[in-house]
């Protein structure tokens, strides 16, 4: 079964570089997820689109934003990095929004580390 | 504001022996609850969870879990250790909103 896909897997940036991630939700998944995940520590949820529509909103900084396409595709883009900015981005998506009960599917996440 | 309490950052078992993965959840709704395992530089799996159908839920792996809402808890169980359960496991809710709320995780040993 197909699953989610995150690209890149791994990136190397310096420090007050850009980077974007993206991620390719499951077939007919119109709802994305994007949590950040620190050494050792448990996924922090950052921010959630439906239908290309912001939906929530968590701990993201500033220099984050984020947005879905047409193809329900999604995109994050992270300005100004920061070496704390280090960690596994995972992308989950989900069928629909009742409320909780759809499982979220996570990719397999992209490892970002700012030198 | 809910939240999801892991007793235990690190728990060890004898291969063979029972796994119990503690879990206690707060929440002034009905929440959801989920069970995910990670293994070493992997993404997260759904083990199973819990919609407030049935109380005893049953996940992949032979793992399963209760929900008691008396205890406010949903502790993972599997009655036989393998090597290969050896990962981090967290437990996590959703109120009904976008977002899951992890528990900071607990690392399981398995030991031979």
């Known amino acids: 079964a197909a699953g989610v896909i995150q690209s890149p897997r791994h990136l190397i940036k310096e420090k007050r570089e850009t980077a974007t991630l993206k991620c390719y939700p499951i077939p007919r998944h119109d709802t994305v997820y994007w949590y950040q995940q620190g050494p050792g520590q448990d996924p922090q949820f950052l921010i959630s689109?439906?239908?290309?529509?912001?939906?929530d909103k968590g701990s993201i900084p500033d220099r984050f934003s984020a947005q879905q396409f047409s193809d329900y595709h999604s995109e994050l883009n992270m300005s100004s990095l920061e070496l704390g900015d280090s960690a596994l981005y995972f992308c989950a998506s989900s069928s629909s929004r009742t409320g909780g009960a759809d499982t979220q599917y996570f990719g397999p996440g992209t490892r970002l580390t700012v030198l | 504001a809910q939240s999801v309490t892991q007793l235990g950052s690190h728990v060890s078992v004898s291969e063979g022996a029972l796994v119990l993965l503690r879990c206690n959840y707060s929440?002034?709704?009905?929440?959801?609850l989920f069970w995910y395992v990670q293994y070493p530089n992997q993404g997260l799996q759904l083990l199973l969870k819990y919609t407030s159908a049935a109380t005893l839920v049953k996940g992949i792996n032979g793992f399963e879990a209760e929900f008691k809402k008396s205890e406010t808890s949903f502790h993972l169980t599997k009655p036989s250790a393998h090597m290969s359960d050896a990962a981090e496991y967290f437990c996590?809710?959703?109120?009904?909103?976008?977002?899951?709320?992890f528990g900071k995780g607990t690392r399981l040993h398995i030991l031979p």
């Open positions: 929440s002034s709704v009905p929440p959801y």
């Open positions: 996590a809710v959703n109120i009904r909103d976008d977002k899951i709320i």
């Open positions: 689109f439906y239908e290309k529509m912001q939906s």
